[in-house]
């Protein structure tokens, strides 16, 4: 499987931006998808994840309210709306997605295949 993230840039605190990724060589459309994203000098971390079937979707506290996470089955596209951007939110932001498992978590460990990232900065 292969997944590219993409729709990263600069962007100033307070503007939006929405991020996609494809997947390549899989029923990605079946399967679990999640974005993580890893800021300079800290470790990669998650912060959304969506099931197969797009029905149960789940954001960590550092960006409830402000992402969300969906997905377009026709279109195998997975994305991240993001609002409200501050520094903080600078990263490198990745997609993942488990190997044949439809169920959404923000459990880091059930994540199996990975995409080139895609770099977000946020200027205050």
């Known amino acids: 499987v292969q997944l590219q993230a993409s729709g990263g840039g600069l962007v100033q605190a307070g503007d939006s931006l929405r991020l996609s990724c494809v997947a390549f060589?899989?029923?990605?459309?079946?399967?679990?998808v999640g974005w993580f994203r890893q800021a300079p000098g800290e470790e990669r971390v998650i912060i959304a994840a969506?099931?197969?079937?797009?029905?149960?979707?789940y954001h960590s506290d550092s960006v409830k309210d402000r992402f969300t996470i969906s997905r377009d089955r026709n279109s195998r596209m997975v994305y991240l709306q993001m609002n409200s951007l501050k520094p903080e939110d600078t990263a490198v932001y990745y997609c993942?997605?488990?190997?044949?498992?439809?169920?959404?978590?923000?459990?880091?460990?059930?994540?199996?295949?990975w995409g080139q990232g895609t770099l977000v900065t946020v200027s205050s």
């Open positions: 060589g899989a029923p990605f459309h079946q399967y679990a």
């Open positions: 993942a997605t488990p190997r044949r498992s439809t169920v959404a978590t923000l459990l880091p460990e059930f994540y199996d295949y």
């Open positions: 969506i099931s197969g079937s797009g029905r149960r979707r």
